[in-house]
């Protein structure tokens, strides 16, 4: 992970023409796509960086959610037309080449254990080998594409994107991110049925394992990836794939608790109806865990908020209510009254100020931020997140999240190029094991938030310079240069009426800080969304390499 950039008024000043670049382009795009020619022209006519622009930019931002949340244009918000998503193209053309590539071993019968013996005795004379299942096929140039990005990257393995071929010969495009995660793979079918080794990488960690069938290429990414081994991604279609029996995804889900077993963990998994693995750890003392939550007056929210967590069935955890300049007399009196600890945090709105002064005045072993628009429904929440956060590198984690109407909120944050909430209801339309997977992601909504105490303190918390957005995103990424992953967890599903509490708040200045800060629209590829995939609004864009 990069370094983030130095902030001057020169890196400010270029961050706000790209952003604003990209508003337009937003602008532009969903206009055409919803059918209005008319404000498609006039959005034209507008110079970015104007003040008519901004206006104008800002104006209808409120107004489209103003919509939303009244239910309205919902069909529009939620349909995407078919060629913003690819789910059919022609391979040949997307990699092809007379190169004839490397040493391609092909795993002709995956369950014979005999198949994978043949292939670890080839390892010793193969300085770069493709290994494919037979129920892939390489398309032309994939095996080339592969063996180049090992070479100029130095990873142990590399990954490219396939296609499905279903039944009827339907094709649908699965697409990877630039790397691949070691939760990822727990959780879903990371690798796919291709993938590049360094054979000296993987005689080191002893080649493939002779007993796990057709998940033994996936189990070979794995133990490289816990070894330290380096990954990386092919941004094209590089094969054509059937798609996976049951039996494979049970035997991925029993792989996973023998992995989690195997790090000292009590787990379970069970194969959900995309076919992702959904799995749990269960410790023999749970951690101490705080949740910090902001408010300002509004006790109906507050009240509904504290009733989930004071339901939680978690064994050891405390509550600290952070007390923004409340005025109404009812939540005085209430604050006055409450078991919980309340902090006061006077003056104006900064959130990263307000929750960093209610996390000093705890100790546990981790920290949730929490929104007091969050309404919660499960007991087990806490043991939910903390299950997450136990794996080995990993230090925030964050959930789903459902408008009170039942849509979809977040399912991760995606930069891609800018910081989005992917969303089924809106942009990433198509509900598949990589949306509906506990993975690795760029960052996760401050809204509900678990931290490792040790990583808050080392990066001291939330930016109190990112007053009110971008604040989450920003920690997230800070613990991605300490090496630290944000983790999504899919399974759990909480309530969140946004901007219920203090209304839509977007400050430019927020929004140019971490667009220069991190080079977002410049150098930064989000590690964690798929590589060849963009979105714009509510267009999820295929753009191969």
């Known amino acids: 992970m990069p370094a983030p950039h130095d902030i001057t008024d020169d890196s400010l000043a270029a961050a706000r023409a790209r952003f604003d670049g990209f508003r337009l382009q937003i602008w532009q795009s969903t206009s055409a796509q919803r059918g209005h020619p008319f404000r498609t022209k006039v ?6 960086g104007t003040r008519r622009f901004a206006v104008l930019s800002r104006t209808g931002s409120l107004v489209l959610r103003l919509l939303r949340k009244l239910g309205l244009e919902r069909d529009a918000l939620q349909r995407v037309d078919p060629q913003f998503f690819p789910t059919g193209f022609q391979f040949t053309s997307v990699v092809a080449g007379n190169d004839p590539g490397p040493t391609v071993l ?4 995956p369950e014979d254990p005999t198949s994978w013996e043949a292939a670890n005795g080839a390892l010793s004379d193969l300085d770069v080998v493709v290994v494919n299942l037979s129920s892939s096929t390489l398309q032309p140039g994939g095996a ?34 630039k790397y691949v995660g070691a939760v ?20 080191q960690i002893g080649g493939f394992s002779t007993t796990l069938g057709a998940l033994g290429l996936h189990d070979a990414v794995a133990r490289l990836v816990k070894a330290g081994g380096a990954t990386a991604h092919v941004a094209r279609v590089v094969a054509s794939s059937q798609p996976r029996t049951e039996q494979t995804h049970l035997a991925h889900a029993a792989w996973t608790v023998a992995h989690l077993s195997a790090l000292g963990l009590r787990a379970s998994a ?42 939680s069935s978690y064994p050891n955890f405390s509550v600290v209510i952070c007390d923004n300049d ?56 806490l043991e939910q997140l903390v299950s997450v956060a136990l794996l080995p590198g990993v230090g925030i984690v964050g959930c789903a999240l459902r408008e009170p109407s039942g849509a979809y909120q977040h399912e991760g944050i995606a930069i891609a190029p800018y910081p989005q909430h992917l969303r089924r209801d809106l942009n990433y339309i198509r509900v598949d094991e990589f949306l509906t997977a506990t993975r690795e992601v760029a960052a996760v909504t401050g809204a509900c938030t678990l931290v490792k105490r040790s990583l808050w303190e080392d990066l001291r918390g939330l930016d109190p310079t990112l007053a009110v957005i971008g604040n989450d995103v920003d920690l997230c990424l800070r613990a991605a240069v300490a090496a630290m992953a944000t983790v999504y967890l899919a399974q759990l599903q909480l309530t969140h009426a946004e901007s219920s509490s203090r209304g839509s708040l977007n400050p430019p200045e927020d929004i140019f800080s971490l667009v220069a800060r991190w080079g977002l629209f410049d150098d930064y590829v989000d590690p964690w969304f798929p590589e060849a995939l963009r979105i714009v609004a509510d267009q999820v864009i295929w753009s191969p390499q």
């Not at 092909?106 to 019968?109: K, Q, R, V």
């Not at 990822?184 to 080794?197: K, R, T």
């Open 144 to 177: 080339a594409a592969l063996r180049d990005r090992l070479l100029s990257t130095g990873a142990s393995v590399v990954t490219g994107d396939d296609v499905i071929v279903g039944e009827g010969g339907q094709v649908t495009g699965r697409f990877r991110p």
């Open 270 to 311: 069970n194969v959900t109806a995309t076919g992702a693995i959904a799995w749990r750890v269960t410790p023999d003392l749970w951690p101490s865990v705080t949740i910090v939550i902001p408010t300002r007056d509004r006790l109906d929210l507050l009240e509904r908020c504290l009733n989930g967590v004071e339901q």
């Open 184 to 203: 990822a793979l727990l959780s879903y079918d990371a690798v796919g049925g291709v993938a590049c080794f360094d054979g000296r990488a993987l005689q």
């Open 326 to 381: 409340s005025v109404e007399p009812a939540t005085l009196r209430y604050l006055d009254n409450t078991s919980h600890t309340v902090v006061k945090t006077p003056g104006p709105f900064n959130y990263s100020a307000i929750v960093n002064a209610g996390v000093a005045e705890t100790s546990s072993d981790y920290v949730v931020t929490l929104n007091n628009d969050v309404e919660i429904s499960d007991v087990d929440w």
């Open 43 to 48: 959005i034209a006519l507008l110079p970015v």
């Open 106 to 109: 092909t795993i002709t019968a």
